[in-house]
């Protein structure tokens, strides 16, 4: 009997917050959004990147793990951030491409990791490497008033 090792599994690394890079085009093909090269934030926690997109965007710091939404409208994607200059995080942020505004979903003291962003549902889970991750979802576009936000120029 031969002895098969399984290797995709349970392991945190083959999750995608490990990302060494990322392209995305968006369903209705019209737009493209990639980070080409991603480094280790630090030892054994997740990459970071600059994300470009097709429309000229471009945002630092970004995780690799981003998704589109279905009607192709928005783009989620995780941001390191910092919280009061000492602490550092991630940030959900909900990326709106045509109008250049980026809004700010939610911060979390470990990492981020956008799971789906189907019927205007966003889902993503919070710390995915732990045994007991967390969920969670918002209805966009109706929650966006509430988040906070800021215009990319470049």
């Known amino acids: 009997m031969v002895a098969i090792m399984k290797t995709t599994d349970d392991w945190r690394y083959n999750l995608p917050i490990f990302r060494r890079s990322h392209r995305a085009e968006s369903p209705d093909g019209k737009m493209v959004a990639e980070i080409s090269v991603a480094q280790e934030v630090g030892m054994s926690n997740p990459t970071s990147g600059l994300l470009e997109l097709s429309s ?51 911060w979390a003291w470990g990492f981020i990791q956008p799971e789906s962003f189907c019927n205007g549902e966003l889902v993503a889970i919070l710390n995915p490497a732990r045994r007991r991750p967390k969920r969670q979802s918002w209805r966009i576009p109706d929650e966006l008033p509430r988040l906070r936000h800021r215009h990319v120029t470049a």
């Open 56 to 106: 000229g965007m471009s945002i630092p710091n970004c995780n690799p793990s981003f998704v589109w939404s279905d009607n192709s409208r928005y783009l989620a994607v995780p941001e390191w951030a910092n919280a009061w200059g000492l602490f550092q995080g991630m940030q959900l942020l909900i990326v709106e491409p045509n109008s250049r505004e980026v809004h700010i979903a939610c």
